[in-house]
């Protein structure tokens, strides 16, 4: 990466690859019209470009490219609490990765249903084989945009309690609060009278 924020401990690429790889959602920050906005949608890596969709009319496919300005993106976990002495030494434990670049449109139709494959097999591997397969008017209504992952900011804690010499005899709780996140039992649709295998889901991290 050519930029890694100086405010923390230098990660590698592998770092960064790793959280965009374990999360589903990202946050996408992008200015137009004078005027901020910030868009929830799901990400998926290749190599060393992450990607995303939405319609292909949406402000953050179509309008990112149009506008061609640098769109600013965020990934971030919670991983735990961390319960302090004293308020002021109250943290949190978390993985976070802030992107930034000029989204550029795929166009190709063949490049496009790839993708799609990898995006969904990603929420739940091995489904898109099973799934109907999608048809011309969906791949032409849904936009297809990705960043090349060459600047970005790492950062993260992964420790514990850091309380002052003098607050560690105080007679309170002090620790780690770990956020364990799973999966919970699938719920079949309704009007399904078939019961089919249960989906495959990733891993929750």
Known sequence: MNSISPKGPQYDVATAYQIIDATLLCHIGQQMNDQVFVTPTCHWREGDYLYWHAHSKARNTHGAVKEAQKVCINICELDGLVLARSAFHHSVNYRSVTLFGVPESIE?????????????????????????????????????????????????????????????????????????????????????TIDYPNPEMPNAK
């Open 108 to 192: 190709d139709y063949a490049e496009k249903v790839r993708h799609f494959e990898l995006f969904v097999n990603k929420v739940s591997p091995n489904r898109w084989s099973k799934l109907r397969p999608v048809t011309e008017q969906e791949v032409l209504a849904t936009g297809l945009v990705r960043i090349k992952i060459d600047e970005a900011s790492v950062k993260l804690r992964a420790e514990g309690v850091i309380d002052d010499a003098e607050d560690m005899d105080w007679p309170v709780w002090a620790g780690v609060v770990p956020l364990i996140k799973h999966w919970q039992a699938p719920a079949q649709d309704a009007a399904q």
